[in-house]
T-cell receptor, first 115, second 108 residues
Framework: EPEVTQTPSHQVTQMGQEVILRCVPISNHLYFYWYRQILGQKVEFLVSFYNNEISEKSEIFDDQFSVERPDGSNFTLKIRSTKLEDSAMYFC?????????????FGPGTRLTVL | EDQVTQSPEALRLQEGESSSLNCSYTVSGLRGLFWYRQDPGKGPEFLFTLYSAGEEKEKERLKATLTKKESFLHITAPKPEDSATYLCAVGSNYKLTFGKGTLLTVNP
């Protein structure tokens, strides 16, 4: 069964450093997303991406964040200068179609620890 | 702005003891309500999508129902392997808004 994959599973970085989180969405899916979950808190939407552009972004997704689909398979989230409060699980998701009720399938997550 | 509230925050059941989890939502127009299961340190795993009031869906020991203001996840005769956090979300093409989840523990 196709699934979303993410690398690395755990990333440790120093405050102020740049990190890139990588995702391979399910093949032939059209919509791509990033969410984050701070320990003990709810899953929060960061950004959605469709047709090679950002569809919607949350207040969390400020100028320090960027997304890219550099080729036909990868989808990346870059944090330019990490802060302590960026420590969280980051989940990538993808969705096949354009119907609102189509399912978003989530990857296993990348645990980001900022020291 | 969409809002999702789940209750209870935590629920402890004995194996075989049926119960229900609640998800109440406030949206400008429901475009889809989703139930996910999340195990510790893992990503959300899709369970159900509901769209219309009165809709019901079942999978093994789980049944999800939807009204105009809330959704219920009914768990019949749960087993220890059903222990997880159950997440409710409302969404559109562009994003899902999640509740905080219900942590379900099923004791043998």
């Amino acid at each position: 069964e196709p699934e979303v994959t993410q690398t690395p599973s755990h990333q440790v970085t120093q405050m102020g450093q740049e990190v890139i989180l990588r995702c391979v969405p399910i093949s032939n899916h059209l919509y791509f997303y990033w969410y984050r979950q701070i320990l003990g808190q709810k899953v929060e939407f960061l950004v959605s991406f469709y047709n090679n552009e950002i569809s919607e972004k949350s207040e969390i997704f400020d100028d320090q964040f960027s997304v890219e689909r550099p080729d036909g398979s990868n989808f990346t989230l870059k944090i330019r200068s990490t802060k302590l409060e960026d420590s969280a699980m980051y989940f990538c998701a993808s969705k096949a179609g354009t119907d609102n009720t189509d399912t978003q399938y989530f990857g296993p997550g990348t645990r980001l620890t900022v020291l | 702005e969409d809002q999702v509230t789940q209750s209870p925050e935590a629920l402890r059941l004995q194996e075989g003891e049926s119960s229900s989890l609640n998800c109440s939502y406030t949206v400008s127009g429901l475009r889809g309500l989703f139930w996910y299961r999340q195990d510790p340190g893992k990503g959300p795993e899709f369970l159900f999508t509901l769209y219309s009031a009165g809709e019901e869906k079942e999978k093994e020991r789980l049944k999800a129902t939807l009204t105009k203001k809330e959704s219920f996840l009914h768990i019949t005769a749960p087993k220890p392997e059903d222990s997880a956090t159950y997440l409710c979300a409302v969404g559109s093409n562009y994003k899902l808004t999640f509740g905080k989840g219900t942590l379900l523990t099923v004791n043998p």
